[in-house]
Nanobody
Framework: QVHLHESGGGLVQAGGSLRLSCAAS????????MGWYRQAPGKQRDLVATVTKDGNTKYADSVKGRFTISRVNAENTVYLQMNSLKPEDTAVYYCIAADVVTPRLIGGVYWGQGTQVTVSS
């Protein structure tokens, strides 16, 4: 089993910054991809950013140039630095670990419980 522990959400004014953290724990040998999705009220869950263990990153167009994803493989932790936040960034942010290798499963996908980010105008 893999558990994802998220932290760093909160309330911030437009133009401000927040940093999200997500640490993976449990019994696994590797996690290929870690990242973040977000879901606003009444909307689907969408990709924000992901990073592979080799350092390859992917960003949603709406956050390019404002958000930066990083990862510390030795700590199984991923970070999302969010700058120049906008009200439309308001959502629940979910950490994801994908292509996880555990003793029982190869290629599993795991989600965190989510952390609320609210940007006021």
């Amino acid at each position: 089993q893999v558990h994802l522990h998220e932290s760093g959400g909160g309330l911030v004014q437009a133009g401000g910054s927040l940093r999200l953290s997500c640490a993976a724990s449990g019994t696994f040998s590797s996690i290929n991809s870690m990242g973040w999705y977000r879901q606003a009220p009444g909307k689907q869950r969408d990709l924000v950013a992901t990073v592979t263990k080799d350092g390859n990153t992917k960003y949603a167009d709406s956050v390019k140039g404002r958000f930066t994803i990083s990862r510390v493989n030795a700590e199984n932790t991923v970070y999302l630095q969010m700058n120049s936040l906008k009200p439309e960034d308001t959502a629940v942010y979910y950490c994801i670990a994908a292509d996880v290798v555990t003793p029982r499963l190869i290629g599993g996908v795991y989600w965190g419980q989510g952390t609320q980010v609210t940007v006021s105008s």
